[in-house]
Nanobody, 131 residues
Framework: QVHLQESGGGSVQTGGSLRLSCAFS????????MGWFRQVPGKKREGVAG????????YYIDSVRGRFTISRDIVTNDLYLEMNNLTPNDTAMYYC????????????????????????WGQGTQVTVSS
């Protein structure tokens, strides 16, 4: 029902910027939870930023707040992640994800972390930041 495909990853120096894109194929009339995640070899997948369509709420982990911005195209539902002032700690495979809004959540209230259970996932795009 929904297909996601990331692009825009690459290699940059510390302090550089990248804009990741997530092409959305599906019914844009529905509402969704959507988010960006990243994973480093040997570590668990980490939620980076998320939003719920149909509302203005966005969420970020502390380590990226003020540097990264999540946004979407309100017509196509394509998802974006603008990343600025990158550091080597941002090096990871980045994935976009989506779930239909009924029963979904972006923020886990008890832990105040981003929910990482989504129905649809992209294939990932690599971001490498060198020092």
């Amino acid at each position: 029902q929904v297909h996601l495909q990331e692009s825009g990853g690459g290699s940059v120096q510390t302090g550089g910027s990248l804009r990741l894109s997530c092409a959305f194929s599906g019914d844009t009339r529905n509402n969704y939870c959507m988010g960006w995640f990243r994973q480093v070899p040997g570590k668990k997948r980490e939620g980076v930023a998320g939003l719920r369509t149909g509302s203005g709420e966005t969420y970020y982990i502390d380590s990226v707040r003020g540097r990264f911005t999540i946004s979407r195209d309100i017509v196509t539902n394509d998802l974006y992640l603008e990343m600025n002032n990158l550091t080597p700690n941002d090096t990871a495979m980045y994935y976009c994800a989506a779930s239909q809004s009924a029963g979904c959540a972006v923020l886990d209230a008890p832990s105040r972390t981003l929910v990482n259970k989504y129905t649809y996932w992209g294939q990932g795009t690599q971001v490498t930041v060198s020092s």
